[in-house]
Structure formats: structure tokens, C-alpha cells
Nanobody, 122 residues
Framework: QGELVESGGGGVQPGGSLRLSCAAS???????MGWFRQAPGKEREFVAA????????YYADSAKGRFTIGRDNAKNTVYLQMNSLKPEDTGVYYC????????????????WGQGTQVTVSS
């Protein structure tokens, strides 16, 4: 079992919703947590991130207004609620953790999960 384990992916029709979860080891309590995604044939891109306390979320423009990131430090879990899904949201979604640096750049992140597939298709 890895230190970051994603779940909740699957297939959904356009306009539908999914809730991704990332179970994290307890030591990530003091880390910023982020979600990235990688579509087929494309580079991995930033989706959302949240600070240590859960009070400051960050979103990619493509996610604003549709996705919500949250964390429950008591349960060592990070969530990504995705609504109004579009086909272009299809990809493998990764949970990641970092201690410093910009939340927007994957090079800032030290730990990664294995990813969970999200497919949005009619």
C-alpha cells in the first residue's frame, strides 16, 4: 500500500459528477496536497491544491466553478468533488503532496499516488 492512494474514479456521462478521494499517510498532515491529471497523449497538468489547514484552495482555470477540493485531516483524506464533467476532463487523476514551492508546478510535489482513471463520455 502506497502512502497516497486515490479512489473514486470511473466512467460518467457529460454533466455528471464524481468524487475522488486520496487516502494519505498521517505524516502528510503538514503538507500541501494537490490533484493533477494526465489526458492521453498530453502532459500532466495541475487541477487543484489545498493548504495544510484546508482553508485556502487553489484551482486551475479549467476547474474553477466545477471542482471543489477539500481535506479532512482527522481522516487523513483529501477529496476532489467534480461536477459538470466534460469529455476534456478525461484522464488519470493523481494525488500529490508537497512541503514547499508553488502549488501549481508538479516539480514542487515530492510524493505521488498511482492515479485513478476518470472517463467522461456519452
Amino acid at each position: 500500500q502506497g502512502e497516497l492512494v486515490e479512489s473514486g474514479g470511473g466512467g460518467v456521462q457529460p454533466g455528471g459528477s464524481l468524487r475522488l478521494s486520496c487516502a494519505a499517510s498521517e505524516r502528510f498532515f503538514s503538507y500541501y496536497m494537490g490533484w493533477f491529471r494526465q489526458a492521453p497523449g498530453k502532459e500532466r497538468e495541475f487541477v487543484a491544491a489545498i493548504n495544510r489547514s484546508g482553508g485556502s484552495p487553489y484551482y486551475a482555470d479549467s476547474a474553477k466553478g466545477r471542482f471543489t477540493i477539500g481535506r479532512d485531516n482527522a481522516k487523513n483524506t483529501v477529496y476532489l468533488q467534480m461536477n459538470s464533467l466534460k469529455p476534456e476532463d478525461t484522464g488519470v487523476y493523481y494525488c500529490a503532496a508537497h512541503h514547499s514551492g508553488s502549488v501549481y508546478y508538479q516539480t514542487s510535489y515530492e510524493y505521488w499516488g498511482q492515479g485513478t482513471q476518470v472517463t467522461v463520455s456519452s
